[in-house]
């Protein structure tokens, strides 16, 4: 059997007897228009290598392999297994290979060889933001992103200074990334359909990406401002350098957290690191 013979998603699923689960957040998309779409976006091709998380009954993973790419699926639902294993076999030797795992734990680095990889995912909504931090501040380096959240969660990673969705997520993933929304993907589209709007965001990395030491002191700071973000910053930042911290990084320390932008908290981060190296 090859990919263009399998059945249809609804009839794989349908005779494996599978539903979502909602405690794991599936919905599945079993649109193959829609997945090509994603696929066609990622800018995915032959010889590219992907890490694909939750993937289901396979949907987005069809239309990954169409590409000619290698695809690694991390799946935690055993439930899965015949299904993906099935199209492991239709895909042909080395083309998809399969881990059941906790992505949250998974290694990535391990997973993919060594090469330069991808991440092209429709997350499970209970953990895309985890994950997402995961591979933003981790060891491994993905080539690009291309991932898709519930519509809030999008917006608050591609928001921009002083917006309402402007916070930790947007300034982790701006500092470290280039984020954008590619694609807005409707409710109706899922089974079950879910009961908010997705998106599908795509980020590729900084040249100037900060070292490990600098997204630490981020982590931290933006933990401590936006925990308290109608705070100024000389209150929310007292336990970490209050006023003096704030000056020697050249903010106004009755600024509030959602008016600085990635640059203030970068020098924030590198005022911190020097205030602590004395």
């Not at 590619?182 to 409710?187: L, N, R």
Request: hydrophobic letters at 45%.
């Amino acid at each position: 059997m090859s990919l263009t013979h399998l059945p249809p998603l609804r009839e794989a699923l349908a005779e494996h007897g599978l539903l979502a689960k909602k405690a794991f957040g599936q919905h599945f998309l079993l649109d193959l228009n829609i997945t090509r779409k994603i696929a066609r976006l990622a800018e995915i091709g032959a010889g590219d290598c992907v890490i694909e998380v939750g993937p289901g009954p396979g949907g987005l993973t069809r239309a990954l392999l169409e590409t000619g790419a290698r695809v690694i699926a991390v799946e935690k639902d055993q439930r899965f297994r015949p299904l993906l294993e099935d199209l492991a076999q239709a895909a042909g030797p080395g083309a998809l290979t399969l881990e059941f795992a906790d992505a949250l734990i998974a290694d990535e680095d391990a997973l993919i060889g060594g090469h330069a990889g991808h991440a092209v995912s429709n997350l499970p909504y209970n953990v895309g933001t985890a994950l997402l931090i995961k591979w933003l501040t981790g060891s491994w380096r993905p080539v690009s992103m291309t991932l898709m959240f519930q519509k809030e969660v999008a917006q608050r990673i591609v928001a921009p200074v002083d917006a309402p969705a402007y916070g930790r997520l947007a300034l982790i993933a701006q500092a470290t990334s280039q984020a954008r929304t590619i694609m807005d993907v409707p409710a109706r589209a899922f089974t079950p359909p879910p009961k908010v709007e997705s998106a599908v965001v795509r980020l590729t990395p900084r040249p100037d990406r900060p070292s490990a030491q600098r997204l630490d002191a981020l982590q931290k700071l933006t933990a401590a401002a936006f925990g308290q973000r109608r705070k100024m910053l000389r209150a929310s930042l007292k336990p970490l350098g209050g006023e003096p911290l704030i000056e020697a990084a050249g903010l106004d320390p009755q600024a509030r957290a959602e008016t600085v932008d990635v640059d203030g908290f970068l020098r924030l981060a590198d005022a911190w690191i020097a205030q602590r190296a004395r």
